[in-house]
């Protein structure tokens, strides 16, 4: 009797034809009649207690298909969202006859399907996946949120420097029809200037270009006793910083007491740092923006 699991190889999944090959034509037939094996998708099988995990099945959709895992699959797989959301997607050359189904959707493509690995799995490049991400997210139809999950992984990617901004922008150059192109373009733009997360994209839209004050500079690095630091935007001939204070990185007392430390190194430099509240900024970012010009134009003449 042949133990199915190693039957099915590293990937805990097979085609019917592979198994068929290695044990029977019947073994296999009896196996998914028993209930022994159970189908994924047409020709691809696995044990029944891994049919709902998530990595098998992209194993087996990407088999199946014959083409990589693409738009919100791989970045599942590049790890650039922590969303496995169990309908994959997969892309394939336009003459690929595979359909989509309830658990699959095939992409279909005149290029040559660019594939790459990641955590194993066949997939198409990170900046690809971010740009069909984006364009699926901004078609006519789509799920309501999905263009905040496209945005999110963007600024992740880059932050974690998986890729970068110029080579998404060099994916977007090849797709001027794509669905939200502009505001992709627009975001890529803030991104580059130094933008690393949604609350630092507001920043900048909303409070940190302030009316009669020089543009500010984004992560700008300064060294402190305890080692380099990044200021969200600092107005250098003044030295003047401002953070931007976001729940989830400042909520706790162990946050606000570095956070504290940080502000009495960058005083002892001669900085002075102001520090605006998610709440705040949000609500009242023309505020924020008149404490800003205030603090810095008494700040002229200070600093030589």
Known sequence: MHELLPLLGPNRTAATADLAARASPRSVGRWIASGGLVRLHPGWVT?????????????????????????????????????????????VPGDRRVRSSRWLR???????????????????????????????AHRTGALRGYDGVARGAL???????RTTTAAVSAELGHRPELPGRAALAGLLELVAGGCQSEL???????????????????????????????????????????????AAFHGSQEARERDLRRDAALAALGW???????????????????????????????VR
């Open 200 to 246: 630092e994209v507001f920043g900048v839209l909303h409070v940190l270009t302030v009316p009669g004050l020089p543009r500010c500079t984004q992560q700008h690095r300064v060294v402190l006793p305890d080692g380099p630091i990044l200021l969200d935007a600092a107005w250098l001939e003044v030295k003047l910083a401002v953070e931007l204070d976001g």
């Open 47 to 91: 044990v029944p207690e891994l049919a709902d995990d998530w990595m098998v099945r992209a194993h087996a959709a990407a088999g199946y298909a014959g083409g990589p895992l693409s738009h919100m699959s791989a970045l599942a797989a590049h790890r650039a969202v922590d969303v496995e959301v169990t309908r994959l997607d997969v892309t």
């Open 272 to 302: 002075v740092v102001l520090r605006f509240s998610y709440r705040r900024l949000t609500r009242q970012p023309e505020a924020c923006q008149a404490q800003i010009a205030a603090v810095y134009r008494r700040r002229v003449g200070v």
């Open 106 to 136: 095939v992409h279909r493509t005149r290029a040559a399907v660019a594939t790459v690995r990641a955590r194993g799995l066949p997939a198409t490049p990170l900046p690809l996946a971010l740009v069909d991400t984006w364009g699926d």
């Open 155 to 161: 600024l992740r990617a880059v932050r974690e420097r």
